[in-house]
């Protein structure tokens, strides 16, 4: 408990900017597994000092993204009132669910010279934590409409945080258009319609074929464990999976 407090209180500590300068990289991950030994008021604090840092428009967009991350890690550890304050302010950081833009520093021209590190998929990001922090149906219709539009343009880790943010939330947030999910270039998004179609009560055994011969190998595995979880009748899809040699 002793560490777990000592890198609390380093986590929560202001932090210092020196103009042109950013330092990439945090411990918060690793942070938020100690903090989770702690106490809900120490969580709390943990969590309102991430959001801290995830609205610095000083600190470098993967910092930023480091404590979005960590935040979410320990939302089952917070207050219901304080997750839904939470949430308010993290969908701000993605008000129209593309994503802000973020400066790079590049006012200083001495940054002309540092390495360029791509930015963090941070709308994607506020997808994923506020998928933890949703509580009421208004707050889901509201995760639907950022994951979806985060997805129209997302890049491949974008869209594989955007649906892992989905998926398990795929009743609360329909309808999702399974058939054009389904038929999407992007693997991760045929992954959340494979899962998606299996909760559906009146669904096309066409799509469940399609996603059952699915080229890559992440729909096919999601797809097994959906229809695996789901109270139906897979049959056709189930002898395609098991016959399946790629797995």
Excluded at 42 to 69: G, I
Excluded at 164 to 169: C, F, I, S
Excluded at 175 to 186: C, E, F, W
Excluded at 209 to 232: H, I
Aim: charged share 25%; hydrophobic share 45%.
């Amino acid at each position: 408990e002793v560490l777990a407090r000592k890198f609390l209180d380093g986590a929560v500590a202001p932090r210092v900017h020196q103009p042109g300068k950013f330092g990439i990289g945090t411990n918060f991950s690793f942070v938020a597994v100690l903090v989770r030994g702690l106490s809900p008021e120490d969580a709390k604090r943990f969590a309102e000092a991430m959001y801290v840092v995830a609205t610095d428009d000083k600190e470098h967009p993967q910092n930023r993204c480091d404590a979005l991350l960590a935040l979410g890690s320990i939302s089952d550890r917070l207050p219901e009132d304080t997750k839904a304050d939470l949430l308010q302010g993290v969908w701000q950081l993605s008000p129209d669910g593309t994503g802000p833009e973020f400066p790079a520093g590049l006012d200083n021209p001495f940054n002309i010279l540092r390495v360029n590190v791509a930015d963090a998929p941070l709308a994607a990001a506020v997808v994923r934590v506020a998928s933890a922090l949703c509580a009421s149906s208004e707050d889901y219709a509201t995760l639907r409409q950022r994951g979806l539009g985060v997805l129209s343009q997302a890049d491949d880790v974008s869209a594989n945080w955007v649906c892992q943010a989905l998926a398990p939330h795929v009743d609360l947030i329909s309808p999702v258009p399974v058939d054009l999910m389904a038929s999407h270039a992007n693997r991760w998004v045929r992954a959340l319609a494979s899962v998606a179609w299996a909760r559906q009560t009146e669904r096309d055994p066409d799509i469940g074929a399609r996603l059952a011969r699915d080229p890559a190998g992440e729909v096919r595995r999601t797809l097994a464990s959906a229809v695996a979880s789901a109270p139906a009748d897979f049959t056709s899809v189930v002898q395609t999976l098991e016959h399946d040699v790629r797995r």
